[in-house]
């Protein structure tokens, strides 16, 4: 049996345990890209918030973590629709602390595309959004995540394997973020790590019903949602500790997934 003893490359400030990774997140203004944030920036990474058009959101939440620990965190905006954004996103990031050790690919588009009416600007959005803009990310961030052996962290979703009713857009952009997860930990090994987190019953849509809750929850083993907490300390779990995983999807859905 081989045992395996890690260094995480930490120091102590008076009494805060500091860690000098940068992360940027895409998608961070609210819900788990947010929590993702707030989480990772309490351990002590600084912390790069991406946005659309959610720039309130963002300012108050960089306001937020700088007041905790001053120039610990800014914010970038990039409509991800659009591919001639990427390149100064990722370049703005850098400029932030001369580097970014890990990319979290968490924004998404999500809305109903039923097949009778579904349409050519609403499969660019999705696709766009959820599948080539964390391809083009990667390959735009891969030199700098390399120099540290960081890691890209793709925000996928249980409809995936499973699609979705009303959704068949969005379901095919969360399969191809699968099988790109597992791509580029083949393209970007050894020095870079990628794995995938998909979301169970985490945030319920804000149109949902009732009713359509509870089945979903019938048809989870734990028979409860989870929290948006679940998800960040999933995150931080690869980031910190899973130096041996790279190409993995961790399901985060109560058991869903068995039904």
Request: positive net charge; proline residues 3%; charged residues 20%.
């Amino acid at each position: 049996m081989l045992f395996c003893f890690k260094n995480h490359s930490k120091q102590l400030i008076g009494q805060n345990l500091v860690d000098s990774k940068t992360v940027l997140i895409t998608g961070a203004a609210k819900r788990i890209g947010a929590t993702i944030a707030e989480h990772l920036h309490e351990t002590g990474m600084d912390i790069i918030i991406h946005h659309n058009t959610s720039d309130k959101e963002a300012h108050r939440l960089v306001k937020k973590l700088n007041e905790i620990r001053p120039d610990s965190a800014t914010t970038v905006q990039a409509n991800l629709e659009q591919q001639e954004s990427y390149s100064s996103l990722i370049n703005n990031s850098i400029k932030f602390k001369g580097k970014v050790d890990v990319l979290i690919n968490n924004a998404s588009a999500f809305y109903p595309t039923p097949i009778n009416k579904l349409n050519d600007a609403q499969w660019n959005e999705i696709i766009n959004t959820n599948l080539k803009a964390p391809l083009f990310l990667s390959q735009l961030a891969a030199s700098s995540i390399s120099k540290n052996n960081g890691c890209i962290i793709n925000i996928a979703d249980i409809h995936a394997n499973k699609p979705l009713k009303d959704h068949p857009i969005y379901s095919l952009s969360k399969a191809g973020l699968i099988m790109l997860t597992q791509s580029l930990a083949k393209e970007l090994a050894p020095k870079i790590r990628v794995n995938a987190i998909s979301p169970g019953a985490i945030t319920w849509p804000d149109n949902m019903d009732e009713n359509s809750k509870k089945i979903i929850l019938e048809h989870t083993a734990m028979k409860k949602t989870g929290c948006m907490e679940d998800i960040s300390k999933a995150v931080l779990f690869l980031i910190n500790d899973a130096d041996y995983i790279t190409g993995q999807v961790l399901n985060i859905d109560g058991g869903r997934t068995l039904y």
